[in-house]
């Protein structure tokens, strides 16, 4: 699967943007798909989560209310909504695929990874 994301940018404070991620190569459907970020200096960390069908979602604490993940297998495609951003969303997000019809949450499971686009928040 190959996976590329879409979306990222610079917002102020309290600002929204949404994420795309565009899978390609396999049946898009037979995977769970999950948001992860990183920033500087800190490791990789669960954003969001969701099964094969859109049927179950799972969220940081830190993002929970804030943040929506959902999914369009037509497309192909993974959203990650982001509203009400904090300096402290500012990382690259990645989204990452794994051949399982659940929720996945550890990043050591995912098997497929897009390249990363970068979020910046300012204050």
């Known amino acids: 699967v190959q996976l590329v994301e879409s979306g990222g940018g610079l917002v102020q404070a309290g600002g929204s943007l949404r994420l795309s991620c565009a899978a390609s190569g396999r049946t898009f459907s037979n995977y769970a798909m999950g948001w992860f970020r990183q920033a500087p200096g800190k490791e990789r960390e669960f954003v969001a989560a969701?099964?094969?069908?859109?049927?179950?979602?799972y969220y940081a604490d830190s993002v929970k209310g804030r943040f929506t993940i959902s999914r369009d297998n037509a497309k192909n495609t993974v959203y990650l909504q982001m509203n009400s951003l904090k300096p402290e969303d500012t990382a690259v997000y990645y989204c990452?695929?794994?051949?399982?019809?659940?929720?996945?949450?550890?990043?050591?499971?995912?098997?497929?990874w897009g390249q990363g686009t970068q979020v910046t928040v300012s204050s």
């Open positions: 969701i099964s094969w069908n859109g049927g179950n979602e």
């Open positions: 990452a695929a794994d051949r399982d019809y659940g929720l996945v949450l550890s990043p050591h499971e995912y098997d497929y």
